[in-house]
């Protein structure tokens, strides 16, 4: 069964940058559909936040586009999103995924962010 797991979270103050990692264990890496990063903040809705689909080409959240870069290195089965120019808005416990054929889309436990000063 597909697992992933976040890393790289931590508290930062406004303007700083933090990189996230999501370590994908038991598929193939390279077969699948899509994969990137949703966010969830206390008491608001889970969002989207960046997609890193089959091909090669990414989508942002207007919110992060220009701030954020999503990237994967497969020899090390990983997904990462670098955060720059970070916002106390961006507080958030952040999620990857995988979408796989025939599968269920896949989650990660997540790891919390926090953006302060």
């Avoid at 598929?27 to 889970?46: D, E, H, I, L, S």
């Amino acid at each position: 069964q597909v697992q992933l797991v976040e890393s790289g979270g931590g508290l930062v103050q406004p303007g700083g940058s933090l990189r996230l990692s999501c370590v994908v264990a038991g598929t193939n890496f390279t077969r699948y559909y899509a994969m990137g990063w949703y966010r969830q903040a206390p008491g608001k809705q889970r969002e989207y936040v960046a997609d890193f689909f089959s091909g090669g080409s990414t989508r942002y959240q207007d919110s992060v586009q220009g701030r954020f870069t999503i990237s994967r290195d497969n020899t090390k089965n990983t997904v990462h999103l670098q955060m720059n120019n970070m916002k106390p808005e961006d507080t958030a416990v952040y999620y990857c995924y995988v979408d796989r054929p025939n599968s269920p889309r896949s989650w990660g436990q997540g790891t919390q962010v926090t953006v302060s000063s």
